[in-house]
């Protein structure tokens, strides 16, 4: 009889400020992390590397849409003799009091368990190897691994099977090129308990920019790794084939992937040609457009949505953050070059800078209503996040920082702010979701929709997800899905216990009152949907965002008058201007 290794991948979630995990009947987006592993994991087990006595049982669970039955689990282990592996994967710093919650059990079984992702590689890059509660994961057994899996899975399974995990793998200084590795990979039952059946694949890491905010750039570096068109090509037919067509690709910012054309090519083949619809969502820079083609040939692949980093219209505040490639006298025509693609634009944007006081961030959202054409608009608190600069230098000058990692999810606020206290800065941040996703905004966003040439159908979705996610569930859009699941046994260990009695009625409670809302939200949307597809006059929209980018913009809008830093960075573009006419003669 062949031994059988027993590999359980899990993508731990994260506590609700309610106590509980964060888990749905359907989450939003399969884990990319779990499916770089599962690829890695599978060539594993398809190259036998136990060698040819041994069989793989290879499982991928995302805890955001499954429930880890950790006794189930226990008894599966026991049955091979504990022959096997649990890697907790791409587990972030929020997941991370989560991640080592779902482990203690299972060492306490007996069973390995090794855990990697951003906490862990963010930490190992900037901080001192100890930091944070890194040690917490040792004194239980767990092996730590930094950096990226390609080409060292093999490695660490070899040891899981002879009962020799090391404490720590630490990859970080040698960053793999990520060209020919195995793709990507999930099976069609565990993608489809994810909502609008996507998959998702990284062509590419890297980004060359230096936020001061990012953590990406410490953990995958500055330079661009990506995979070949061929590659690419692979995972969409893969996909294909289990009837798999939409992708969420996620490099941070596909704009820098030196090979993003040849793969924009081979996307639009596989469009135009082989005739798979592919709709695609990408995350770009404010700058992308200035990029010969960029934006023609994204829409010629298939992207139908495109997340951009415009994190905010303040040059002071962007300046603060080292992110001075964002130049918000781009912004229109960044955005307008978006729209006469129909390319749905979604825009992160950062609140809690060191300008920012509640009053700036109501003035700066009615200016980006009014004056930038701008879909969903996303809002997150400016964090700083294990592994980023920031984070270091607060960490080195021993700043507070909130002890608690399951708050750093770019939802609360971890540290002091200069103008504001932290439950400010945590109420603005709430009600901002409520000043832009009005219902006259609303409507706004649709009509401009109509003569962008969107789907309304579409937009409508997204702008319910957005608007109803913060107000109903007090939860970030990105962490959502739908019918949100709670168990008595998935509380935070560290809280006090509920009893049955009271638990129970609570969440029979919650989910009632909770959907009604949300289909009360839904029938508003909807209503302001059907009267703008009755309005005869509804293709002669206009307004100041769609307006084209004018001369006289400078002296005309908000967004480039209401503040010092628009003023200097407009007499700075004007100082360039002087300068190349003067160069040119
Ligand atoms: C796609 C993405 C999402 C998607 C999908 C989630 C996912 N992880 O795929 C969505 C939109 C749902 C999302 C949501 C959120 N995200 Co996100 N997301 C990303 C993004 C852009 C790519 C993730 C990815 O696929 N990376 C590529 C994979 C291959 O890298 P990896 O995860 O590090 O895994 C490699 C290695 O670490 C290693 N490895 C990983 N695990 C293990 C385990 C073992 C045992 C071993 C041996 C190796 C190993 O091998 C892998 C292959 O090399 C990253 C940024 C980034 N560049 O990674 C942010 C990022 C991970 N997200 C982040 C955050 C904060 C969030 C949210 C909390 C935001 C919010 N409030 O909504 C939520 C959390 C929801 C959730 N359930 O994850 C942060 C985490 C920062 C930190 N220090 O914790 C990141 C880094 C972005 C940032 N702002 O800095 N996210
Ligand atoms: S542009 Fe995005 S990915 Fe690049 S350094 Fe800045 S925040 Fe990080």
Redesign the pocket.
């Known amino acids: 009889m062949k031994r059988r290794f027993q590999l359980v991948l899990i993508?731990p979630?994260?506590y609700h400020d309610d106590g509980y995990v964060?888990r749905w009947w359907r989450?939003?987006?399969?884990?990319?992390?779990?499916?770089?592993?599962y690829g890695?994991a599978r060539e594993c087990a398809e190259c036998h590397v136990l060698g040819s006595d041994v069989e793989f049982d290879i499982d991928a669970i995302d805890e955001?849409n499954t429930r880890i039955n950790i006794p189930k689990l226990i008894r599966r282990f026991r049955r091979h003799q504990g022959f096997g592996l649990v890697?907790?994967?791409?587990?972030?710093?929020?997941?991370y009091p989560r991640a080592l919650d779902i482990a203690r059990p299972l060492r306490a079984a007996g069973i390995q368990v090794?855990?990697?992702?951003?906490?862990v590689?963010?930490c190992l890059s900037m901080l001192d190897g100890k930091a944070i509660d890194l040690d917490r994961a040792r004194e239980c057994g767990i092996s730590l691994?930094a950096?990226?899996?390609?080409g060292?899975?093999d490695l660490?399974i070899k040891d899981a099977a002879a009962g020799a995990l090391k404490p720590l793998?630490n990859f970080m200084k040698e960053l793999p090129n990520i060209g020919g590795t195995p793709l990507?990979f999930l099976p069609a039952d565990v993608v489809k308990r994810t909502l609008g059946h996507n998959a998702?694949f990284?062509a590419g890491?890297g980004c060359p920019f230096q936020c001061s905010f990012?953590?990406?750039i410490n953990?995958?570096g500055r330079q661009s790794r990506y995979r070949s068109p061929d590659d690419v090509e692979k995972i969409v037919r893969e996909n294909w084939a289990q009837g798999i067509f939409r992708f969420?690709i996620?490099d941070?910012n596909f704009a820098r992937n030196k090979e993003w054309e040849p793969i924009f090519d081979r996307l639009a083949k596989l469009r135009e040609v082989d005739k798979i619809p592919l709709a695609l969502m990408i995350?770009v820079d404010t700058l992308c457009h200035k990029i010969p083609n960029f934006v023609e040939k994204a829409k010629r692949a298939g992207v139908t949505r495109v997340f951009i980093g415009l994190e905010n219209i303040n040059p002071d505040n962007l300046a603060a953050a080292k992110k001075k490639q964002n130049k918000i006298t781009e912004y229109r025509k960044m955005l307008l070059a978006w729209k006469a693609q129909s390319i749905i634009t979604l825009a992160g944007y950062i609140l809690g800078f060191p300008s920012d006081t509640p009053e700036s961030i109501r003035r700066d959202i009615a200016i980006i209503q009014r004056e930038l054409p701008l879909d969903i608009l996303e809002f997150?608190i400016l964090t700083p996040?294990?592994?980023?600069e920031d984070h270091q230098t607060l960490w080195r000058k021993g700043v507070a920082m909130d002890a608690d990692l399951n708050k750093?999810?770019?939802?609360h606020a971890v540290t002091d702010h200069p103008m504001m206290t932290r439950s400010e800065l945590e109420a603005i941040y709430q009600e901002a979701w409520a000043l832009y996703y009005t219902p006259k905004h609303i409507e706004t966003l649709l009509k401009r929709a109509v003569v962008t040439k969107i789907k309304l159908a579409s937009l409508a979705k997204l702008v319910v997800q957005f608007r109803a996610m913060v107000m109903i569930e007090k939860m970030?859009?990105?962490?959502s899905g739908v019918l949100r699941m709670r168990r008595i046994s998935e509380r935070r260990p560290e809280l006090p216990p509920v009893s049955a009695l009271t638990f129970y009625p609570r969440y029979v409670f919650d989910v009632l009152a909770n959907n009604l809302k949300l289909l009360a939200m839904i029938w508003q949307v909807v209503k302001i949907k059907r009267r703008i597809e009755h309005d005869p006059d509804r293709h002669r929209y206009n307004d100041q965002a769609l307006a084209p980018v004018a001369d006289d913009d400078e002296e005309t809008l908000d967004l480039l008058t209401k503040t010092q830093g628009a003023k200097a960075a407009i007499a700075h573009q004007h100082k360039i201007e002087d300068l190349i006419r003067a160069a040119a003669g």
């Open positions: 993508k979630s994260h964060i989450a939003l987006i399969p884990s990319n992390s779990l499916a770089a592993v890695l955001t890697a907790l994967v791409g587990v972030q710093s929020n997941q090794a855990l990697g992702g951003f906490h590689s963010g691994f950096g990226e899996a390609e060292r899975l660490v793998y990507p998702s990284d890491r990012c953590t990406i953990v995958q969420f996620t941070d995350q997150f996040l294990p592994g980023s750093y999810d770019v939802e970030h859009p990105l962490q």
